[in-house]
Nanobody, 118 residues
Framework: QGLFVESGGGLVQPGGSLRLSCAAS????????MGWYRQAPGKQREVVAR???????NYDDSVKGRFTISRDNAKNTLYLQMNSLKSGDTGVYYC????????????WGQGTQVTVSS
C-alpha cells in the first residue's frame, strides 16, 4: 500500500456534492501540512486546497466558498467536502504534502476521479 489512498470520487450532476477521503501514512501525516491536488483533462496537476497541521486552511480562488478541506490527525485521514460542483471541477483528485516542491518522488497515489456532468 502506498503513502496515500484516495477515495470518494464519482459521477455527479452540476450543483451536486461529493466528499473525498485520503488515508495517509502516519509517518507523513503527523509532520506535514497537506493538500488536495486536481489534474483536469489535458492540464497539469495543481493544488486546490491546503491545510496545516494545526488546521488552518486556504483555497484556490476556483474552489473558494464551495470546497472545505479538513483533517483528522487521530485517523491520519484528509477530507475534501465539495459542494456546488461545476463541470470545471472535473478531474482526478490526489492528496499529498504541501508545498509541492517538497513532494517525495514516487509518492503519488492512484487518485480518485471526479466527473461533473449532466
Amino acid at each position: 500500500q502506498g503513502l496515500f489512498v484516495e477515495s470518494g470520487g464519482g459521477l455527479v450532476q452540476p450543483g451536486g456534492s461529493l466528499r473525498l477521503s485520503c488515508a495517509a501514512s502516519k509517518n507523513i501525516f503527523s509532520i506535514y501540512d497537506m493538500g488536495w491536488y486536481r489534474q483536469a483533462p489535458g492540464k497539469q496537476r495543481e493544488v486546490v486546497a491546503r491545510i496545516t497541521l494545526g488546521g488552518s486552511s486556504n483555497y484556490d480562488d476556483s474552489v473558494k466558498g464551495r470546497f472545505t478541506i479538513s483533517r483528522d490527525n487521530a485517523k491520519n485521514t484528509l477530507y475534501l467536502q465539495m459542494n456546488s460542483l461545476k463541470s470545471g471541477d472535473t478531474g482526478v483528485y490526489y492528496c499529498n504534502i504541501v508545498p509541492q516542491y517538497q513532494i517525495l518522488a514516487g509518492s503519488w497515489g492512484q487518485g480518485t476521479q471526479v466527473t461533473v456532468s449532466s
